[in-house]
C-alpha cells in the first residue's frame, strides 16, 4: 500500500499563490506517477497535475497552464504543487494520486492511490 496525505491548503486572495504538499509513504515512490486532482461538491473530480515516475514528463490541464506547477522531490518521497495567480475557479479540495505507469495521466480511474485531500478557497 501506498499512502498520500496532502497539505498546504487554505484561504486566499485572488492573485495569490499556495504550495500543496503530498508526502508519500508505505512503497517505492519512485516507481509511481503522480497526480493532482481537484473536486468540487456536485462536480466530477478533474485532472489538474501530473507528474511521471520519473519526472521528466509533466503534464498540466489547460486551465492551469501557465499558473501551476508539479514536482517531486525524491528524497523526501514528496510531490509539490505551486499554486499561481490563482482564481476564485480553482477553489476546489485538491487531492494527490498515484499509479504504477499508467498510460493516460488525465484519467481518475487509472489511480490506485488517493489521499484525504485538501480544501483550497480563493476569495475574490
Known amino acids: 500500500q501506498l499512502q498520500l496525505v496532502e497539505s498546504g491548503g487554505g484561504l486566499v486572495q485572488t492573485g495569490g499563490s499556495l504550495r500543496l504538499s503530498c508526502a508519500a509513504s508505505?512503497?517505492?515512490?519512485?516507481?509511481?506517477?503522480m497526480a493532482w486532482f481537484r473536486q468540487v461538491p456536485g462536480k466530477e473530480r478533474e485532472f489538474v497535475a501530473g507528474?511521471?515516475?520519473?519526472?521528466?514528463?509533466?503534464y498540466y490541464a489547460d486551465s492551469v497552464q501557465g499558473r501551476f506547477t508539479i514536482s517531486r522531490d525524491y528524497a523526501k518521497n514528496m510531490v509539490y504543487l505551486r499554486m499561481n495567480s490563482l482564481k476564485p475557479e480553482d477553489t476546489a479540495v485538491y487531492y494527490c494520486?498515484?499509479?504504477?505507469?499508467?498510460?493516460?495521466?488525465?484519467?481518475?480511474?487509472?489511480?490506485?492511490?488517493w489521499g484525504q485531500g485538501t480544501q483550497v478557497t480563493v476569495s475574490s
Open positions: 508505505g512503497r517505492t515512490f519512485n516507481s509511481y506517477d
Open positions: 507528474i511521471n515516475w520519473s519526472g521528466g514528463y509533466t
Open positions: 494520486a498515484a499509479a504504477a505507469r499508467i498510460t493516460t495521466m488525465t484519467v481518475e480511474h487509472q489511480y490506485n492511490y
